[in-house]
Nanobody, 119 residues
Framework: QVQLVESGGGLVQAGGSLRLSCAASGRTFSTYAMGWFRQAPRKELEFVARISWNGGITDYADSLKGRFTISRDNANNTVYLQMNSLKPEDTAVYYC????????????WGQGTQVTVSS
């Protein structure tokens, strides 16, 4: 069982940056691949980024490459999403998720954190 709690969301102006954190409980965090997803109003859930259990492999949505960076700290059971050059279209609720397998099957999800980018 893994419990996930996101933080770091908020209101930022276009062009600004935010770093989201996802704190995980459980001693098995380091065995899970982790992902970030987002859901904008009236839109479907969208993949943002994922990172392998040891951080050696990362993957991003094509539209976000170069602006977003995913990383993890297994010693502190935390995964991060650094978001730079934010745009109004990045406004969404951001969720982290934990999963096993390749590609990961995400079985555990956080409650989400709101990111709002003003123009």
């Amino acid at each position: 069982q893994v419990q996930l709690v996101e933080s770091g969301g908020g209101l930022v102006q276009a062009g600004g940056s935010l770093r989201l954190s996802c704190a995980a409980s459980g001693r098995t965090f380091s065995t899970y691949a982790m992902g970030w997803f987002r859901q904008a109003p009236r839109k479907e859930l969208e993949f943002v980024a994922r990172i392998s259990w040891n951080g050696g492999i990362t993957d991003y949505a094509d539209s976000l490459k170069g602006r977003f960076t995913i990383s993890r700290d297994n010693a502190n059971n935390t995964v991060y999403l650094q978001m730079n050059s934010l745009k109004p279209e990045d406004t969404a609720v951001y969720y982290c998720a934990a999963g096993l397998g390749s590609p990961p099957q995400y079985d555990y999800w956080g409650q989400g954190t709101q990111v709002t980018v003003s123009s």
